[in-house]
């Protein structure tokens, strides 16, 4: 596959998406929280598909859902994350303010904290980051689970059969742009492991490389908890194929403790995930596209835990 490399672009993703700018957040800043509404404000470029990221003087920025799916994260993370964050060994965002809908943005939307950082890149020693992700994920592994949103069907950590019917109609939407029968025989091999049969732990979700931080060369936050919720932790075995090479690989794996079968269950999600965003953001978030792409190539190389 072949995916050009260009910077973010203001682009429509969803058909129903709403698209922000710094007047409507400007204006949004100051009907509700005015003593903000004069700092310097700026929009972070990214490949994020459920919101808009502003950098907000030196030490805030401001996050609004692009996206109606979204719209309950804000909650989400303003109830959960205080209860993550002490037992937790890096940085997880910090939520100061929350906004009501208003100027264009019929969504609640939320200020936080702004954590210093930039995502992983070639340069940075990817055992060093193996050691300290999976440490956060064993950290978020223990947190007591009493009071927890129940799980609902389908959501990260769910058993994979639930995801059975949709993976196969992204698949087939994909056509000849990936080899899909390969893809199939990988997806019915994660199918066919044996179920976590434990109960559940609380899982990010979503522990792609935009959503971690580095400094100074090793791991210091972790980002986007918009997937958080309690089920099978196979789920968090993502970045196995989205962040790590062999050697990463093991080390992270060794460091998790997975066993085979929780292996082949989060290739499983690392595979629903790249198949499912594929021919949903092909012509419009051409990063989504390249990680897609890349994880996909990773889990088809490396078939076997």
């Not at 007047?23 to 404000?41: H, T």
């Not at 929009?43 to 003087?57: F, I, K």
């Not at 980051?129 to 994920?137: K, P, R, Y």
Request: with cysteine; glycine share 12%.
């Amino acid at each position: 596959m072949s995916v050009p490399d260009e910077r973010p672009a203001r682009r429509r993703m969803h058909h129903d998406e709403v698209l922000t700018d710094t007047g409507a957040v400007r204006r949004l800043l100051a009907a509700q929280f005015p003593r903000w509404a004069d700092l310097p404000l700026a929009l972070v470029e990214s490949w994020g598909t459920d919101h808009d990221v502003y950098r907000l003087g030196r030490d805030l920025s401001v996050r609004l859902p692009r996206i109606a799916w979204a719209s309950d994260q804000a909650a989400k993370e303003g109830r959960w994350l205080p209860v993550l964050a002490p037992h937790l060994p890096v940085a997880v965002p910090e939520q100061v303010a929350v906004g009501d809908p208003g100027e264009g943005c019929p969504f609640g939307w939320s200020v936080h904290r702004w954590l210093p950082g930039r995502p992983p890149g070639p340069t940075d020693d990817r055992g060093v980051l193996a050691d300290g992700l999976a440490g956060f994920v064993r950290a978020l592994r223990t947190v007591p689970t009493s009071g927890a949103p129940p799980r609902r069907p389908g959501v990260r950590g769910a058993p994979l059969a639930e995801l059975d019917e949709g993976f196969r109609a992204a698949l087939t939407r994909l056509g000849d742009r990936v080899d899909g029968r390969a893809v199939l025989r990988l997806w019915e091999e994660s199918l066919s492991a044996p179920p976590w049969d434990g109960p559940g732990q609380w899982l990010h979700g979503d522990l792609l490389p935009g959503n971690l931080l580095v400094g100074s060369g090793r791991l210091t936050g972790v980002i986007d908890f918009g997937a958080l919720g309690v089920g099978d932790p196979a789920c968090d075995l993502q970045p196995v194929w989205n962040v790590f090479d062999g050697p990463g690989r093991r080390r992270f794996l060794e460091q998790v403790g997975a066993d085979a079968a929780s292996v082949l269950r989060g290739r499983g999600w690392t595979t629903w995930q790249a198949v499912v965003a594929l021919p949903y953001y092909w012509d419009t978030n051409p990063g989504v596209v390249r990680q897609a792409s890349r994880a996909l190539a990773a889990a088809l190389e490396d078939p076997r835990p």
